[in-house]
Structure formats: structure tokens, C-alpha cells
Antibody, heavy 120, light 108 residues
Framework: QLQLQGSGPGLVKPSETLSLICTVS??????????WAWIRQPPGKGLEWIGS???????NYNPSLKSRVTISVDTSKNQFSLNLRSVTAADTAVYFC????????????WGQGTLVTVSS | SYVLTQPPSVSVAPGKTAGITCGGN??????VHWYLQKPGQAPVLVIH???DRPSGIPERFSGSNSGNSATLTISRVEAGDEADYYC???????????FGGGTKLTVL
């Protein structure tokens, strides 16, 4: 059964880069038609789509974060990653990795979430 | 970008029916998806494509979508249904998914 496990530092300093990895187990990240996504949730607030990467390698980012975000895939490790540059306290959130089965479908499988706090 | 509006909270007695709305401009022309999220957990997809239930979701959960409003209906509400519920659509103009602000369902 496919599972997603996010990992990364829980504390990042302002102006630095937030880097998270999502490891896919129980299946291949190279499955055709799937997309792999990052979604975040500030404490006590709602969900915000960060971006996604498709099996083809193409990416799709939230315009509000596009200038600071990079999502990439490492097929050799069955992982995908998130880099968010120049972070501020407003980027403090639980970061979820997720999968969707086809383009424009809702993410139907989520990782457990990683809390990242931006603070000096 | 496309805006989805949900009531902040809905309360219902056990055994009754709860309805959670999601408003958006001509939302009836889009596919609406619903998630349930309990504290400290990841969201779980409970309704996709307006009214379809993913495998494992009880029949008590149903959805509808028309005009400017979509609705998630939970029949025979149980204490375990207490959670935050989010609607989501794909915003074709921006090319990415949009979430509603979430509704906290309280079981009295």
C-alpha cells in the first residue's frame, strides 16, 4: 500500500531556505499520470496549495509562492522535495506532501505532515 | 483567483443530519471535492467529483453541487464525525487547486 512520509528540519531561520523531502513507499514515484504535491497549513488556519510536479517532470506552482518555490523529484530515491526560499514567520506551518492520481484530480493520499517553524 | 466560502462552524446533534455549504461563483460548473481533518491529522478525502465517495467512506457522507453552492451532507451524525471540513475545486484560471476556509463541525 502506497504511503508518503515527509521529513526535514522543524526549525528554519528567517531569510533561509526551507527544505523538505517526501519519501514514497509501497509504490513507484514514476507511476504515469500521478502528480506529487505540497500543501501547507499555518497553525489554526486552512489549507494552502504550494505546488505539484507531474510524472512527466512538469511543475505547477501557486502564483503567490512561485517566485520562492522549487519542487523536484529524485526517482532513484523514490522521493520528491520542496525548497522554499527566503522564508519569514508567515511560512510557519504544517507542510503536507500528497499524491493525486491524474491531473486536476484531488489529492487522495497524504503524508502525516511536518511542522516547520520559522524563527531566529 | 477563485474564492470558496464556507461557514466557520456548524453544530448538530448526534443522529441528526448536518449540511456544510461551500459557495463560489458558478461553482456548479466545477468539480467539488471535500476533505475531513481531525486535530493533528492529515486531511482525508471523503467526497470527490461533487458526489462520489472514495473507497472506505461511509454512505452517510454525500455531496451535491449546483449553481453557486455545493453541499456536503452527513446523515446520522456520530461523535466521531466531529472535525474540520474543507471543500476544494480546481481553479482553471490559475491552474491550481483552491481550498475553502474550512468548517468546524461540532457534535452536540
Amino acid at each position: 500500500q502506497l504511503q508518503l512520509q515527509g521529513s526535514g528540519p522543524g526549525l528554519v531561520k528567517p531569510s533561509e531556505t526551507l527544505s523538505l523531502i517526501c519519501t514514497v513507499s509501497g509504490g513507484s514515484i514514476s507511476s504515469t499520470n500521478h502528480y506529487w504535491a505540497w500543501i501547507r497549513q499555518p497553525p489554526g488556519k486552512g489549507l494552502e496549495w504550494i505546488g505539484s510536479i507531474y510524472y512527466s517532470g512538469s511543475t505547477n506552482y501557486n502564483p503567490s509562492l512561485k517566485s520562492r518555490v522549487t519542487i523536484s523529484v529524485d526517482t532513484s530515491k523514490n522521493q520528491f522535495s520542496l525548497n522554499l526560499r527566503s522564508v519569514t514567520a508567515a511560512d510557519t506551518a504544517v507542510y503536507f506532501c500528497a499524491r493525486g492520481t491524474v491531473a486536476a484530480s484531488p489529492p487522495d493520499l497524504w503524508g502525516q505532515g511536518t511542522l516547520v517553524t520559522v524563527s531566529s | 483567483s477563485y474564492v470558496l466560502t464556507q461557514p466557520p462552524s456548524v453544530s448538530v446533534a448526534p443522529g441528526k443530519t448536518a449540511g456544510i455549504t461551500c459557495g463560489g461563483n458558478n461553482i456548479g460548473t466545477k468539480s467539488v471535492h471535500w476533505y475531513l481533518q481531525k486535530p493533528g491529522q492529515a486531511p482525508v478525502l471523503v467526497i470527490h467529483y461533487d458526489s462520489d465517495r472514495p473507497s472506505g467512506i461511509p454512505e452517510r457522507f454525500s455531496g451535491s453541487n449546483s449553481g453557486n453552492s455545493a453541499t456536503l451532507t452527513i446523515s446520522r451524525v456520530e461523535a466521531g464525525d466531529e472535525a474540520d471540513y474543507y471543500c476544494q475545486v480546481w481553479d482553471s484560471s490559475s491552474g491550481h487547486p483552491v481550498f475553502g476556509g474550512g468548517t468546524k463541525l461540532t457534535v452536540l
